[in-house]
C-alpha cells in the first residue's frame, strides 16, 4: 500500500457526461501529479500540483481540469467524455521538491466510456 | 527532448533465475533520476528502484538493482532470484529536478515454474 487513495476504482459513464475523480496523497506530500495509461498512449503525464498551485501541466486536453484543494486532496475533472478517454488514470504523490523524491502512485481510477 | 526506450516488450524467465529488463533514456540534462516501477495484473503502480545521475554506486533494493551505465545512458533492472509473483509489466522512466515522470513503453515480464 503506497498510502496514496483514489476514488472511485471504477468508473463506468457514456459519452458526453462528466466525471470527477478523487485524490488523497500520502500524508506530509505536497506535490500531487495525474498521469492517464492508456493503450495506445502509454502512460502520459497530466498536470501537477504543489500545495494548492499548479506547477505543470502536459499532454491535458482543454475538456480536463484539475484542483489541489487546502487539505492538499485532488481532484480531476473530466467532462464531454469521448470514448477515447477511457483509460486508467493514476494519482501519485511526492513529499516536496527534492530531486530523490520518489513518486508514490495510488491503485488508479479505471474509467470506460461507452 | 527527454526519452525513455523499453526495447523489450516481452521476457521470459524460470523461477529462481536473474532476469535483465532493458532501458536506455535521453537527456542533455546533468541531473536526472530514474525509476523503476512494476505493474501488477491488478493495475496498481509499484515504486521498485531509484538512481540518481550523480550516484556513485548501482542502487539496490533487495532482489533488484539497477545496473546504471551512464556513458550508455542506460538503466537496467536486474531481479535476482525471479519468484511467480515477479510476473508484471516493469517501466522504467526519467525525471529531470522536480520534473514529471516520462515513462518507456514497458516490459511484460513472465515468471514460469
Known amino acids: 500500500d503506497s498510502g496514496v487513495t483514489q476514488t472511485p476504482k471504477h468508473l463506468i459513464t457514456a459519452t458526453g457526461q462528466r466525471v470527477t475523480l478523487r485524490c488523497s496523497p500520502r500524508s506530509g506530500d505536497l506535490s500531487v501529479y495525474w498521469y492517464q495509461q492508456s493503450l495506445d498512449q502509454g502512460l502520459q503525464f497530466l498536470i501537477q500540483?504543489?500545495?494548492?498551485?499548479?506547477?505543470a501541466k502536459g499532454n491535458i486536453l482543454e475538456r480536463f481540469s484539475a484542483q489541489q484543494f487546502p487539505d492538499l486532496h485532488s481532484e480531476l475533472n473530466l467532462s464531454s467524455l469521448e470514448l477515447g478517454d477511457s483509460a486508467l488514470y493514476f494519482c501519485?504523490?511526492?513529499?516536496?521538491?527534492?530531486?530523490?523524491?520518489?513518486?508514490?502512485f495510488g491503485p488508479g481510477t479505471r474509467l470506460t466510456v461507452l | 527532448a527527454q526519452k525513455i526506450t523499453q526495447t523489450q516488450p516481452g521476457m521470459f524467465v524460470q523461477e529462481k533465475e536473474a532476469v535483465t529488463l532493458d532501458c536506455t533514456y535521453d537527456t542533455s540534462d546533468p541531473s536526472y533520476g530514474l525509476f523503476w516501477y512494476k505493474q501488477p495484473s491488478s493495475g496498481e503502480m509499484i515504486f521498485l528502484i531509484y538512481?540518481?545521475?550523480?550516484?556513485?554506486q548501482n542502487a539496490t533494493e533487495g532482489r533488484y538493482s539497477l545496473n546504471f551505465q551512464k556513458a550508455r545512458k542506460s538503466a537496467n533492472l536486474v531481479i535476482s532470484a525471479s519468484q511467480l509473483g515477479d510476473s508484471a509489466m516493469y517501466f522504467c522512466a526519467m525525471r529531470r529536478n522536480t520534473d514529471k515522470l516520462i515513462f518507456g513503453t514497458g516490459t511484460r515480464l513472465q515468471v514460469f515454474p
Open positions: 500540483y504543489y500545495n494548492g498551485e499548479e506547477r
Open positions: 538512481q540518481g545521475s550523480y550516484d556513485q
Open positions: 501519485a504523490s511526492r513529499r516536496g521538491a527534492g530531486a530523490t523524491d520518489t513518486q508514490y
